[in-house]
């Protein structure tokens, strides 16, 4: 089942601009990641958020997570052109499985 | 693509054909999985395996088969049973990092 939901579905955005999705599950987590999938290819691990911790930097990417919500967001700062790509949330239940949601396709223009 | 291997890139299968997936890793990795993905979806899980000679059904097990008999290696078999296997195919194996490492995907479609 998938329990990641993701928002937008798409998103566009101008080259420099913040590009923020979010996230959204329904049960208890171990942990919540995000990946990126560039078109027709595997997808490459971004950031990992623990269920104890509320925020977690990496570069120019910022994770948020809210337990209490049941919400996560992925914030991008001043995209670039090669942040175009699909972003996928997904969550560890402690059952050993990474559940994905449907993602979001952002696109940044040059 | 972190040390995961998927052949072939593409993959074309006859009405009433079973077709294999090839999934070698090179991490050291215990545990391996296999999803599915349909255009503008997110991932589904066919089937998972922890140890070596142990796996799961995921979520959408139904028309497929895998088997685990070496570490580095975790092969799909589409059967004929599956009548709609039109997909993008993603393996990904996982360590203790808790992180998944995926392959490059094989394209599988029906001639």
């Known amino acids: 089942s998938q329990q990641g939901e993701e928002d937008p579905q798409a998103l566009s955005i101008q080259e420099g601009e913040n590009a923020t999705m979010n996230c959204s599950y329904k049960t208890s987590i171990n942990n919540l990641q995000w990946y990126r999938q560039n078109s027709g290819r595997g997808l490459v691990h971004l950031i990992l958020?623990?269920?104890?911790?509320r925020e977690k930097h990496s570069g120019r990417l910022r994770v948020t997570l809210d337990t209490s919500k049941k919400s996560s967001s992925l914030l991008i700062t001043a995209s670039r052109a090669a942040d175009t790509a699909s972003y996928f949330c997904?969550?560890?239940?402690?059952?050993?499985?990474?559940?994905f949601g449907a993602g979001t396709t952002v696109t940044v223009r040059a | 693509d972190g040390g995961i291997t998927q052949s072939p890139k593409y993959l074309f299968r006859k009405e009433g054909q079973n077709v294999t997936l090839s999934c070698e890793q090179n991490l050291n990795h215990d545990a391996m999985y296999w999803y599915r993905q349909d255009p503008g979806q997110g991932l589904r899980l066919i089937y998972y395996s922890q140890i070596v000679n142990d796996f799961q059904k995921g979520d959408i097990a139904e028309g497929y088969s895998v088997s685990r008999e070496k570490k580095e290696s975790f092969p799909l078999t589409v059967t004929s049973a599956q009548k709609n296997p039109t997909a993008f195919y993603l393996c990904?194996?996982?360590?203790?990092?808790?992180?998944?490492?995926f392959g490059s995907g094989t394209q599988l479609s029906v001639l």
């Open positions: 997904a969550t560890d239940a402690y059952d050993y499985k990474l559940s």
């Open positions: 990904a194996s996982r360590g203790l990092s808790e992180k998944l490492f």
């Open positions: 958020i623990r269920s104890n911790e």
